[in-house]
């Protein structure tokens, strides 16, 4: 490997993800807009002006009964910054959400790579349909460390020597791993992201289990407290429904 590449390949390891709102259109009274069209055409407009606090009855009702379509008329755009086998689960959910990501063709990708911290349960029991987590000894956790971070830098390596020979970067990309951050943009509505919730995070009011793998789970909790943030009564009353989209 030439000296070029073998400075190029300092790797960074990181455990957290990253998510910021970076544009929304969405508050409560969209869904009350959007509701009431049914019942009072084109007077429903009046909800755009109004308390949506004093309608909160009619949010609980869409929500229990599973009137779905107002809770589409709004937008929220996420970054996302996260090691790539989040993205591949992330690319499940389809109906009503948008992604651009990060491209390896057109640019050099960078050595950010993930690495569990000690939170992360590391051990799988039982048979697949039927299994659980459990913690992992010191001895499983320094080991995953160590082993993650061994492979991470001898993979971004050559990758790094592929391209300092001219490789193009879709082919020298071939070599890197699922644990290396990769980032985009994901624009969804709060129907779309209700249903993410419910399939990606476990949470003790959910009358359906779920069973998320961790590191999407952690995506999924910090954009669930920015959509809080913007519509706290629909968000109240997809809790208090048992975190089941419409």
Known sequence: MTDTAAESATASFRSDMTVELVKHSAADSDVLWAARVSTAGEQ??????????????????????????PFEHNSMTFFISAPILVFREFMRHRVGWSYNEESGRYRELQPVFYIPNESRKLVQEGRPGKYRFVEGTQAQQELTGKVMEDAYVHAYEAYQEMLSAGVAREVARSVLPVGLYSSMYATCNARSLMHFLGLRTQHEQATVPSFPQREIEMVGELMEAEWARLMPLTHAAFNANGRVAP
Not at 55 to 64: A, D, E
Request: glycine residues 8%; charged residues 40%; without cysteine.
């Open 44 to 69: 429903s407009l009046d909800e755009l002006t109004k308390d949506p606090e004093r309608s909160k009855g009619l949010i609980n009702y869409l929500m229990r009964d599973r009137h779905g379509s």
